[in-house]
């Protein structure tokens, strides 16, 4: 099991940019796969980025604004959201796979809204 803490999440207007970071318990070079997840209100939990072996895969309504990044020194995964529309409105949630066990973090809230 792997212990994910999200942060940077906020309130913003549409059209500025946030980092959200994700710290885990483990090295990250002992992790298979690591991702953000988001949950809009009253919708299902989607792929937002992920990142495994150095390649990573994009949902197609952020491909070009968001990036995915990670700081192996610190164990952290971020995503770089730019150009954020009030559609990026979620709970996003850190994910990582290890071992095959899947774990997950506490989410935090971004909210875009003019």
């Known amino acids: 099991q792997v212990h994910l803490v999200e942060s940077g999440g906020g309130l913003v207007q549409p059209g500025v940019s946030l980092r959200l970071s994700c710290a885990a318990s483990r090295s990250i070079f002992s992790i298979n796969t690591m991702g953000w997840y988001r949950q809009p209100p009253g919708k299902q939990r989607e792929l937002v980025a992920r990142i495994s072996g150095g390649f990573t895969e994009y949902a197609d309504s952020v491909k070009g604004r968001f990036t995915i990044s990670t700081d192996n020194a610190k164990n952290t995964v971020y995503l770089q959201m730019n150009s954020l529309k009030p559609e990026d409105t979620a709970v996003y949630y850190c994910?990582?796979?290890?071992?095959?066990?899947?774990?997950w973090g506490q989410g935090t809230q971004v909210t875009v809204s003019s």
């Open positions: 994910n990582a796979v290890r071992q095959g066990t899947i774990s």
